[in-house]
């Protein structure tokens, strides 16, 4: 359409539509449109991981009462720093201190609008030219969506099933080059509910030492945790590299919705205020030369010889050009924390517990799916899709489809987390709700298994 002579002058990011929908809202989107609406039943909601419309998921008291308060105090009704408010930022510092050997300050968290908003922050920061960064395979697609958006190389390692979903070390450190800047580990796992061991941890931090490049460390799930394994923040050894943790309240305290989560430094060196890995991937041909000083001189050369400060900074700069979270939240961080008792994490992880049991013990009699580790943490399990089981289904994507108009059970494909005929899903809703999605998943098979 032309006005007049000229052409209109605007279009579309194109590059926006792709990056989308390889995230899990959008792959669900797709879902949503095959439900089908003559069917009375209610949708059994096994692919999204928001556990708080159900109410034995309801958040603890405490921090109903501390929103309500922060409001009605009336004093954060002005806009945030961009860092966020020392009150939060100490209050989350001294949460994270409790479980780690050095101690964090406020100066080292920074505020953000849930943890995706951590996620684009750190990616931001790193997606230098040229840069890429080691991502795991299953895993969670917001990193490839933010990551294509920045213009930042990804390159996959495997998790192996059969170890725990533990990381593939070996392949790490074939996939890394002198312009890899991090790695990232979600733990406890999405979307496969591991836990990583301290001892398997030790050794991502010391594979990542030796490959020169920091670890981003996803603990959005952190202390979600109801197997044999407890859990342990990488951050415990910042002291053997940089880490950069992410968390949010969104899943401990059961409240998504609330959008407040952190990007914290772990990082009792300060080579990332200072150094560190911003100034190597900006000179990759100085890197095996740093860091062999690095190993060999001290940290002391590289932070007085290194580039201007880079990554601490660059964070600050990002954040200065993005939005806040809300306010008033910040200002009920610290109530939240300091007065949320014991029972209440206990009691949610036993619910986690129990629906996790449940959908462990269901998988069995399904014979189209096959689980190959029981969930520990978080609130989702990595389940393998045998298609040759099945008729008339030609992949994870057409069952997801087929599930959802027959059966008003959302699933979600491995497709969209890295794991082609594979399905995630979660357990973190009513156990009695999670009882009936599996037995109408049962159903599903039964009407369209291949007869023998």
Known sequence: MENGSKRWGFRANKSLG???????????????????KEDTREVVP????????????????VADEAVVDAVRSAKYN???????????????????????????????????????????????????????????????????????????????FDLIPENGWEVDLDAVEALADENTVAMVIINPGNPCGSVYSYQHLQKIAETAKKLGIMV???????????????????????????????????????VPGWRIGWLVTSDPHGILQESGVGSLSLFPFLRVYELALF????????CDHGSKPFVVESIKGCLNISSDPVTFIQGAIPQIIDSTTEDFF????????????????????IPCIT??????GSMFVMVKLNLSSLEGIDDDMDFCHKLAKEESVMLL???????????????????SVLEIGLERLKAFYERHAKIQ
Request: glycine share 6%; hydrophobic share 40%; net charge neutral.
């Open 295 to 302: 190993h060999y001189v001290g940290i002391e050369w590289l």
């Open 371 to 376: 689980l190959p580790h029981k969930p520990e």
């Open 346 to 365: 206990v009691k949610i992880n036993n619910i986690l517990r129990e629906a996790a049991d449940i959908c462990y013990k269901k998988i069995q009699d």
């Open 78 to 156: 002005h806009y945030s720093p961009t860092v966020g408010l020392l009150p939060a930022r100490r209050s989350v510092a001294d949460y994270l201190n409790r479980d780690l050997p050095y101690k964090l300050s406020p100066d080292d968290v920074f505020l953000t609008l849930g943890c995706t908003q951590a996620i684009e922050i750190t990616l931001t920061v790193l997606a230098q030219p040229g840069a890429n960064i080691l991502l795991p395979k299953p895993g969670f697609p917001y990193y490839e969506a933010r990551a294509a958006h920045s213009h930042l190389e990804v390159r996959h």
């Open 46 to 61: 096994l692919a999204h991981g928001d556990p708080s419309a159900f109410p034995c998921f309801r958040t603890t008291p």
């Open 216 to 254: 981003i460390a996803d603990e959005v799930y952190g202390h979600l945790t109801f197997g044999n394994t407890p859990f342990v923040p990488m951050g415990v050894f910042g002291s053997i590299v940089p880490v950069l943790t992410l968390g949010s309240i969104s899943k401990r305290w059961i």
């Open 18 to 36: 792709s990056s989308s929908s390889i995230t899990v809202r959008g792959v669900l989107n797709l879902l949503v449109d095959s439900l089908n």
């Open 413 to 431: 494909p491995g497709t969209a987390v890295g794991m082609k005929n594979s399905l995630r899903i979660t357990f973190a809703i009513e156990p």
